[in-house]
């Protein structure tokens, strides 16, 4: 049954606001969408459709209003080897491949896997993403490179001038809309000695149509591209989620992370049949919307339908948008997107978090690969919580008559068993050794099989060097472990227990 109260807050609530973000977005993605077909060696009607296609698409089918979606370079970058080896074809066989992979992440409810992602990891990213903007727009600020010159620089200062100031007068057009077509006017006007869209690459004429991809169905051509689908669904998801919880941060809502993750593979796959490539979300574009005014699945159905009216019947036009105008947007981006407050946060975080975020944006910067420094930060946090945790562990000795207590205090794991086995004897070592040991482990819990194992090794120990042994005040899930898997010891009798419940 549809939710008529979600379709209204979602489509119809902002129209306006939608329908203006959503046409800056449009013009943003495309210079982007063709840069990231060269970057994958494709012809930019490749990167243009699959922008096209996937916004539309997602706009209906993802679980994040508001987030734009489309051609990306993160998924650009590793289908370069395909696409050079087998063609484009193939391109389009593992970009349907990509979706399907994303359909199944999201049945086996792999979205919940961001709950490992921390603070600190996602705050490493979007700076890096940041960085990663503003260093993409550099080539088009270089001196040396042909039609770039004083007024390429003069337009950047006019374009983010207005940016910043018209906002102060009036908000009823999304600023970064008005300096693109008063750039754009005034180089057709005076025809400025500046790059254009058009500079960029040739724009497509006509509509995309739907075809299947031109390969063989053969177990061979499924081992081509199996594993090029499988990265760039890992990278697409991995980035979409990040992206959709910073839009949550930004618009204080929330999003359907299951949703999102089928929906990103439903877009895919109709990208692909419409010839486009794989693509997710865009941080950067998905900043524009939101800071343009774009919150509900308006603006990036709106972004979708305005790039395709705009390549179909509108390609002259758009080709003579200044780049100018274009770069000092996404420099906008990167100075919105970069979280500021991390930097004199470095000095008042615990510096683990400072390392992580920090690890998450060199690896990023350095490769180019989201996934890549996501991945490292994730596992240094991983193992920054394991230390902490492993620390958290001690054990006193008392001396109670003719019995030596031991009281273990903390969690028991694979990482502190060691400092476990230390704590408790050898009992002959100590100055006043007694023949009747207790264990005491009520304040104590054991996680896994290394913990069982050592609290075998340390009873066997005792024994052996006969000591009469107890052990006491196992919790219910530590006294289910130790009826499994230990081998000296069970609760019950012989520990000096009854039977647990």
Wanted: glycine letters at 8%; charged letters at 15%; a neutral charge.
């Amino acid at each position: 049954m549809l939710d008529r109260a979600a379709i209204r807050r979602d489509w119809f609530s902002n129209i306006r606001g939608d329908v203006l973000a959503g046409l800056v977005v449009a013009l943003a993605l495309i210079p982007e969408a063709i840069g990231f077909s060269i970057i994958a060696g494709v012809d930019p009607r490749v990167g243009l459709y699959a922008s096209v296609a996937i916004a539309m698409v997602i706009a209906f089918t993802g679980g994040r209003p508001g987030m734009i979606s489309a051609a990306t370079a993160a998924v650009a970058v590793v289908v370069v080897p395909l696409v050079r080896d087998h063609g484009v074809e193939y391109l389009f066989a593992a970009t349907i491949l990509m979706g399907v992979f994303q359909g199944v992440a999201a049945l086996l409810r792999l979205d919940l896997l961001m709950q490992f992602v921390s603070r600190s990891v996602i705050t490493g990213f979007v700076n890096a993403l940041a960085i990663l903007i503003f260093m993409a727009q550099l080539p088009q600020l270089d001196p040396t490179a042909d039609g770039i010159g004083w007024v390429t620089y003069a337009m950047v200062a006019a374009a983010l001038a207005m940016i910043y100031l018209i906002p102060k007068l009036t908000t009823a057009v999304p600023s970064p809309l008005i300096a693109i077509i008063v750039l754009t006017a005034l180089t057709i006007w005076l025809d400025a000695p500046v790059n254009t869209v058009s500079d960029m690459g040739e724009l497509p004429e006509g509509l995309p149509y739907f075809a299947l991809p031109d390969v063989p169905l053969t177990w061979e051509t499924l081992a081509i591209i199996a594993p090029y689908s499988a990265t760039m669904a890992a990278v697409g998801l991995l980035e979409s989620l990040l992206t959709a919880q910073i839009v949550d941060d930004m618009t204080h809502t929330g999003s359907n992370k299951r949703r999102e993750s089928g929906g990103q593979g439903v877009a895919n796959i109709v990208a692909a049949m419409f010839g486009g490539m794989g693509g997710c979300a865009m941080i950067g574009q998905s900043v524009i919307n939101v800071t343009s005014g774009g919150r509900g699945r308006l603006s990036t159905f709106t972004a979708g339908l305005s790039l395709l009216i705009l390549l179909a019947l509108l390609g002259d036009l758009v080709g003579q948008v200044p780049m100018p105008a274009l770069v000092a947007i996404m420099i906008m981006v990167s100075i919105g997107t970069f979280s500021w407050n991390s930097i004199p946060n470095l000095s008042k975080h615990p510096w683990q978090s400072s390392v992580v975020m920090l690890t998450t944006v060199v690896v990023v910067v350095a490769t180019h690969n989201l996934a890549l420094g996501v991945l490292a930060g994730v596992i240094l946090s991983g193992v920054f919580f394991t230390h902490k945790v492993m620390t958290m562990f001690e054990v006193v000795r008392e001396r109670h008559g003719d019995k030596a207590v031991y009281r273990a205090k903390g969690q028991i794991f694979y990482a502190s068993v060691e400092r476990f086995e230390a704590a408790l004897g050898p009992e002959g070592a100590m100055p006043d050794p007694a023949d009747h040991v207790v264990i005491d482990v009520s304040k104590a819990h054991f996680w896994d099989i290394s913990a069982i194992g050592a609290l075998d090794k340390v009873v066997e120990r005792m024994r052996r060097h006969g000591r009469s042994v107890k052990v006491v005040g196992l919790n219910r899930a530590s006294s289910d472990l130790v009826d499994k898997f230990a081998l000296t010891d069970k609760t019950g009798v012989e520990s000096g227990l009854a039977p647990h419940p």
